[in-house]
């Protein structure tokens, strides 16, 4: 090879190696891009789950809109909803507050119970109670004060606070439901009761959850939350309790509105 030869083949080399080097600094700088713009979204995603959360737990509990059958709280502490001379079918509700699938059954069942209700086609039992005690805190201290919270609730607002309570659910295994929060939530749904907080502060309803606790366990085997009984004949959580639909079926078919 000449020498004219050797010179153009190792220029063309430079060349080809230049024209890779500028290829691989090209895809440098799109990776660079592409990384930083998924870390901005994640920067931008992560803030506004955390000013969701603080919205969220430092929001305001609101009263409940629209109708209501009337309520009334029994001497165990349960809350029943029911139109005057209603007495069946009867739908108990086992559920703890500290319970996130509770919170999606009140979210996929819950108005259409309440509409039930106002129909007069089903007597409505809540039992609230402390499935948690056997758990390590945070878990068991939020179950123990929402429930006991609840009961300190006059009837007649035990729906808005009912829906407050799953509303400012704490995340499994993270702090809420403290009594500062309780209190102001009671307040925020039209609590004007003197004696309400300091019910609250006090613990003075752990008896009577403790009593709850140990007939939704003991004398009804409940094992879990929600657990929803029809005429004391327990119903699929899935395919009956949880779908709206569905469970007006079933308590049509038991009599409901008869």
Not at 61 to 72: D, F, R
Request: net charge positive; charged share 30%.
């Amino acid at each position: 090879m000449s020498k004219a030869a050797r010179e153009r083949s190792a220029r063309e080399r430079l060349a080809e190696e230049r024209k890779r080097q500028a290829a691989r600094a090209k895809q440098r700088r799109l990776l660079a891009i592409v990384l930083g713009s998924v870390v901005a979204v994640a920067a931008i995603v992560a803030a506004t789950v955390v000013i969701m959360d603080r919205q969220e737990k430092n929001g305001r509990a609101e009263a409940h809109q629209g109708a209501l059958a009337p309520l009334s709280r029994e001497a165990d502490g349960s809350i029943v909803m029911a139109k005057a001379g209603v007495t069946k079918p009867v739908l108990e509700i086992f559920e703890d507050f500290q319970c996130p699938v509770c919170k999606q059954f009140e979210k996929a069942s819950g108005k259409t119970i309440e509409q039930l209700a106002v129909e007069g086609k089903v007597k409505v039992v809540y039992r609230p109670f402390h499935l948690f005690g056997q758990q390590k805190d945070p878990v068991r201290i939020n179950s123990l004060r929402s429930a006991e919270a609840a009961l300190c609730v006059p009837a007649d607002k035990w729906i808005s606070y009912h829906d407050a309570l799953f509303k400012f659910q704490p995340q499994e295994g993270s702090k809420g439901f403290s009594p500062d929060d309780l209190v102001k939530w009671g307040k925020d749904v039209g609590v004007t009761d003197p004696n309400f907080e300091k019910c609250v502060r006090d613990e003075q309803k752990k008896p009577q959850v403790d009593s709850m606790t140990k007939y939704a366990l003991e004398s009804r085997k409940v094992e879990g939350t929600p657990t929803v009984f029809l005429d004391g004949k327990q119903l699929d959580l899935q395919s009956q309790a949880s779908n709206g639909e569905a469970l007006r079926a079933v308590i049509t078919a038991a009599g409901g509105g008869k």
